[in-house]
């Protein structure tokens, strides 16, 4: 990279605006080589130079991934002469930066913006048949068989033909998901059904959804670290066949609760009697509130949320004390399970769990079905830092397995845990389960595929036994 001045490096990073970050480089907050940087004209290589901002190291990514929630009134463009545009709403000062696909000037929600060409090409393609859902407020009402015509794949009288799509809801607003961009595809395809759109808002794109992302209307940031890894991750996968094929894999590695265990019940229940103890009424979902998390965040957010007076060893102990029970007599498999661990143990792939949970309720399970010897690796909540949708705990399972990471597939039930096994670099499969039934459709558009029954897995496979 050649010679840059400060103001537009530390602008061209999303740092702050060119006035915002002139303040920054005054009053002495990058450095290079511990020494402050004078003045915003001076010129830097963040390549050779040794700079810091706020005292952290300071670098110049390669591509930079940035998600807006866009207004109404903002053009989906890099330069107009006529209106505001996504970049310079958004103040954007790097070269390259744009918007990956269009949505009308009228249009709001999600939209990403990056200078990763590869990516784009790989979201927008409609052979990559890359889920977007919308929220469509329209007049009129739906003709009766709308989500038939839209799955079977409309045609419009002039010829146009758009892939099959999914009404999630035909209330008002419904809720639309499409697998290509073609030219003002959902009004078009709300006017032949005879409902002209009134209101229009992009909810997700792939695996970037407004709700995860936590956008408010007209705000904007860079992705996370993991957000970025999960989404490069997903853009890497052939989603052509959504089936397993057991030669892809050197390990395979479950969830436990609502993923190898119809199990997810319980917590609701003990839940229910340990807050009941306290006085407390639980949050109804609590329990899919605190999916991902390890036990041990858990025991930190009963503690600041609800206030357990208790020690974290005490709360785990009494945790174990209300679930051991159920778990070990009152906790049946997940459809299909016992034949797919058979057969992955027949072709000597090896199995892992991992697991939030502590390791007592994980040893029940097995133990009860007598499933315990098939799997060569466990790791609980207890024995990473991190809880989901962080990575560590597939990557320490990949470790100890002695697998590299891209050898793994993953079975997850929860949008959390998905993401964590995208973040490491795995294939990630989402199990259906009536407790995280409300996201369904985000662990679909996450997850390489979705099951019911793990038979379906393979029996149309020519592997099959």
């Not at 005490?314 to 159920?326: G, Q």
């Amino acid at each position: 990279m050649s010679l840059m001045r400060a103001d537009k490096l530390l602008a061209s990073a999303g740092i702050g605006t060119r006035s915002e970050v002139k303040k920054i480089i005054r009053a002495g907050r990058l450095k290079c080589d511990e020494i402050p940087v004078k003045s915003p004209e001076e010129k830097l290589d963040p390549e050779t130079m040794n700079l810091t901002l706020d005292g952290a190291p300071f670098g110049f990514s390669d591509k930079e991934y940035w998600v807006l929630n866009k207004p109404a009134g903002v053009l989906s463009a890099t330069e107009d002469k006529r209106h505001e545009t996504v970049i310079s709403y958004m103040g954007l000062q790097r070269k390259g930066l744009a918007p990956c696909g269009r949505l009308d000037i009228d249009t709001e929600g999600l939209l990403l913006i990056t200078d990763d060409g590869a990516l784009v090409h790989k979201l927008l393609a409609p052979s990559k048949k890359v889920p977007k859902q919308y929220e469509v407020h329209y007049s009129g009402v739906l003709p009766p068989d709308a989500a038939a015509r839209i799955a079977k794949g409309l045609e419009l009288s002039d010829g146009t033909r758009f892939l099959p799509g999914q009404l999630d809801s035909a209330g008002n607003p419904a809720l639309l998901t499409i697998f290509e961009g073609k030219f003002h595809e959902v009004k078009r395809m709300f006017a032949a059904l005879g409902c002209p759109v009134e209101k229009l808002r992009r909810l997700s794109m792939g695996p970037l959804s407004l709700s995860a992302l936590k956008l408010a209307p007209g705000e904007f940031r860079k992705l996370s670290t993991e957000e970025e890894r999960c989404l490069l991750a997903y853009a890497e996968q052939d989603r052509e066949s959504a089936l397993f094929s057991f030669t892809d894999y050197d390990a395979v590695i479950f969830d436990l609760d609502g993923t190898l265990a119809d199990s997810m019940g319980h917590w609701a229940e003990i839940d229910r009697i340990y807050l009941k103890r306290y006085g407390i009424d639980a949050p109804e979902n609590l329990s899919l509130i605190l999916g991902g998390r390890g036990i041990g965040e858990v025991a930190d957010y009963f503690k600041e949320v609800f206030g357990i007076p208790d020690s974290k060893e005490k709360m785990l102990r009494d945790w174990e004390e209300l679930s051991i029970e159920r778990y070990a007599n009152d906790t049946a498999l997940k459809p299909g399970v016992l034949p797919f661990l058979k057969e992955l143990k027949r072709r000597r792939i090896k199995m892992a769990i991992a697991t939030s949970n502590a390791r007592p309720m994980v040893d029940a399970v097995l133990e009860a079905h007598g499933i315990d010897r098939y799997f060569d690796v466990i790791v609980s909540g207890t024995e990473v830092e991190k809880g989901k949708p962080h990575p560590e705990i597939y990557l320490t399972a990949a470790a100890k397995s002695g697998v590299n990471p891209e050898r793994c597939a993953v079975f997850e039930d929860l949008p959390e845990g998905i993401q964590a096994g995208l973040s490491a670099g795995m294939r990630v499969y989402a199990v259906e389960d009536e407790f995280s039934a409300p996201y369904h459709e985000e662990k679909a558009q996450l997850a390489f595929a979705m099951i019911k029954d793990y038979r379906e897995l393979w029996k149309t496979k020519e592997e099959t036994r």
